[in-house]
């Protein structure tokens, strides 16, 4: 059936430093690709998406990226900051006409002041 | 900013009992999910409704939980009885578009069976 697999499970960088999360897909026909971060308590909160005819996008610091071919995207933070410590999910949306997203196991990214 | 709404926040319940958590989707979105996310994993679905009608519940454990969106706007998720397994996250999501574009989550419902 439809998968996600997310890697790390765990990240952790200096303040400073940039941080990459990267999953991979098998449905081939996926089309959507949304990342989410969910702080300790709380619900996730949708913080950057890409759809599959587009190859990169960037919102200030956090940037994603997809590969078609390859079946994978990643998440790119730069200049990480101390708010930015929580767990990040990325997500695809699957080849049924329900709009299904299938989650990753998610990172939980630790950024050290 | 226009929100998904959850009620309660957090539930414990005994085993056997029965548990309802609430959902009020953003103004205008037609459809809504349900996830239930596990400690330390991902969301997975287990109800999505297109306006009222259920269109995904391939995962929805029939024999003990039901979900309804009668008027097509809030939405009641139950559990009968509550197993000690069903201690989860209970995630609402709703999105504005018939295929579901961006989905936009509540705060979850934490609920504990003891």
């Known amino acids: 059936g439809e998968n996600v697999e997310q890697h790390p499970s765990t990240l952790s960088v200096q303040e400073g430093d940039s941080a990459v999360i990267k999953c991979t897909y098998s449905d081939s026909a996926s089309n959507y690709f949304p990342w989410y971060k969910q702080e300790l308590g709380k619900g996730p909160q949708l913080i950057i998406d890409?759809?599959?005819?587009?190859g990169e996008k960037k919102d200030q610091r956090i940037a994603v990226t997809l590969n078609k071919t390859a079946k994978h995207f990643s998440l790119h933070i730069t200049e990480t900051q101390p708010e930015d410590s929580a767990v990040y999910f990325c997500a695809a949306r699957g080849s049924s006409n329900t709009g299904k997203l299938i989650f990753g196991q998610g990172t939980t990214l630790q950024v050290k002041p | 900013e226009a929100e998904v709404a959850q009620s309660p926040r957090y539930k414990i319940t005994e085993k056997s009992q029965a548990v309802a958590f609430w959902c009020d989707p953003i103004?205008?979105?037609?459809?809504l999910y349900w996830y239930r996310q596990i400690l330390g994993q991902g969301p997975e679905l287990l109800v999505q409704f297109q306006d009222e009608s259920v269109v995904d519940d391939s995962q929805l454990p029939k024999d003990r939980f039901s979900a309804e969106r009668l008027k097509g706007v809030d939405s009641t998720l139950k559990i009968q009885p509550a197993e000690l397994g069903d201690s989860a996250m209970y995630l609402c999501a709703s999105s504005p578009g018939a295929l579901g574009t961006e989905a936009f989550f509540g705060q979850g419902t934490r609920l504990t069976v003891v």
């Open positions: 890409i759809r599959s005819n587009v």
């Open positions: 103004s205008g979105h037609a459809t």
